[in-house]
């Protein structure tokens, strides 16, 4: 049975509907271009329906509470936007790839975006990256869209519909995401984007977890031990987000693995402090694990409290003071 | 049929100052002593190129290397250049690089001697860098 519809996240906002349409253009597919476009004025309608009111005010009961109605509701047009979309593209070929291009390509703007509102730019294409991995790893077991077996037990159907509501709540909560960076929803106060960027975090595994249980294949099952998202936490700080990348220590290393640095915890300690340049800039820093152990003016001063503190390597960097121009080289 | 180039290890782009950036954390590595920084990988650099401070705390008298006038976007820039090793995501190159004579702001990685030793690429959109340690 055809699963594409049921089972994956599309994320279709008006932005990504245009770009859809635009890069259907491009490759000569005229008739996708145009359904695409046509789609826009119920997508419109579906933002008001089922995302304005997540954020706007004045608002009802806890975010929680309304991201979990307002998913179900998104539920139905969900289904009926994704058989139709699924329905145009049915013959294309690689439909995978021509969509994931498009997903990442639009990430560039949005991640902008994403920085100037600090919504955690580094979490979310991370989440995006994680949800192309584990897709790609359905189709990998798959073989497509389409899970061979037409016939279904109860208990094979349950595991279906589980997978259907996990896909609708990630799909609900990344499209949010989106449609926050795209400003065609309300910008969220500090707790709110915590609350969505969390919620995002948890319906992907619970997207990932539910797929696994109705495809049970070992590329998957890869897939779901190689995410990036687990390991980075989400800390509220001021007016955003600041989420610190947390690898587990030992972990072992995948075939394409991220940076293996021993400096973890002083990335995450940066990270964390983007104000650096108010505070230490024209300084020298040196970072020993999650704590700054010398800063001064003076170069050798720094390196000279570091190495009275026992470390025999520094990891020394100068601050330059806070610039409002791009870099553009030395 | 487009060329296809694998990379052995992901880097994400780190957040500096103003931006996130493609900078990789290196430990240079002199003849005396070694240190940890965080230079921007610059394909448009010729050298790799390190604040001179950094010269003597890894045993390198940053006089005695080969005197070099470099030329920058601000203007022209006195520099010293030296061998040691860079060990960038667990793998030690030996490199010929510049030490600055002056305070630099920012440090770089940049192709002499290095870039053609490694294999490195950039997904921009979704500020992901890739690396092999060989080419």
Redesign the interface.
């Known amino acids: 049975m055809a699963t594409a519809p049921v089972g994956i996240a599309p994320v279709l906002t008006p932005y990504t509907l245009g770009a859809l349409a635009d890069t259907c253009e491009q490759d000569h597919l005229p008739e996708q271009a145009l359904f695409l476009r046509r789609l826009l004025p119920f997508v419109e309608d579906i933002v008001q329906k089922c995302f304005v009111p997540l954020l706007s005010q004045p608002r009802e009961g806890s975010f929680f509470g309304r991201f979990d109605k307002l998913s179900k509701d998104f539920e139905p047009f969900r289904l009926y936007l994704n058989t139709r979309l699924f329905n145009i593209f049915v013959t294309k070929e690689d439909v995978l790839s021509f969509y994931e291009q498009v997903l990442l390509d639009l990430l560039n703007p949005l991640m902008r975006t994403a920085r100037e509102m600090d919504m955690g730019p580094e979490l979310i294409s991370a989440i995006v990256r994680d949800y192309i991995k584990i897709v790609r790893a359905l189709f990998q077991a798959a073989g497509g869209t389409t899970i061979q077996n037409d016939e279904l037990t109860v208990e094979q159907l349950t595991k279906l519909v589980d997978w259907f509501h996990a896909a609708t709540r990630f799909d609900y909560a990344l499209t949010s995401v989106f449609l926050v960076l795209e400003k065609l929803i309300p910008a969220p106060a500090a707790n709110d984007k915590s609350a969505l960027l969390s919620a995002c975090k948890q319906a992907l595994f619970d997207f990932g977890q539910a797929m696994s249980r109705m495809v049970a294949h070992e590329s998957l099952s890869r897939a779901l031990s190689d995410l990036e998202t687990p390991h980075i936490k989400i800390k509220v700080e001021r007016n955003g987000i600041q989420p610190g990348a947390t690898p587990p220590v030992g972990q072992a290393r995948p075939e394409l693995g991220l940076d293996p640095s021993h400096r973890q915890m002083e990335m995450s300690w940066l990270a964390r402090h983007k104000d650096l340049a108010d505070f230490y800039g024209g300084q020298w820093i040196v970072l020993e694990k999650d704590e700054l152990v010398a800063n001064d003016t003076d170069y050798e001063k720094a390196r000279h409290i570091a190495t009275q503190k026992g470390i025999k390597r520094p990891f020394i960097i100068f601050v330059p003071f806070k610039e409002n121009g791009a870099f553009m080289g030395i | 049929m487009s060329p296809l180039v694998d990379?052995?290890?992901?880097?994400?782009y780190?957040?500096?100052?103003?931006?996130?950036?493609p900078a990789?954390?290196v430990?240079l590595i002199g003849p005396k002593?070694?240190?940890?920084?965080?230079p921007?990988i610059?394909t448009?650099?010729t050298y790799c190129?390190f604040?001179g401070?950094?010269a003597a705390?890894i045993g390198l008298d940053l006089t005695a290397g080969r005197h070099e006038h470099l030329v920058?976007?601000?203007g022209q820039?006195t520099a010293w250049i030296h061998e040691v090793d860079l060990e960038i995501?667990?793998t030690r190159f030996h490199c010929e690089v510049a030490f600055s004579e002056h305070?630099?702001?920012?440090?770089?990685l940049g192709r002499h001697t290095l870039l053609a030793q490694v294999r490195i690429g950039f997904?921009?959109?979704?500020?992901?860098g890739y690396f092999h340690p060989t080419p």
């Open positions: 990379f052995s290890q992901e880097f994400q780190r957040e500096l100052e103003n931006g996130l950036f990789l954390l430990t002593g070694e240190e940890d920084l965080l921007i610059d448009g650099a190129f604040n401070k950094r705390s920058s976007l601000a820039l995501l667990g305070n630099i702001t920012r440090e770089l997904r921009e959109g979704i500020s992901t």
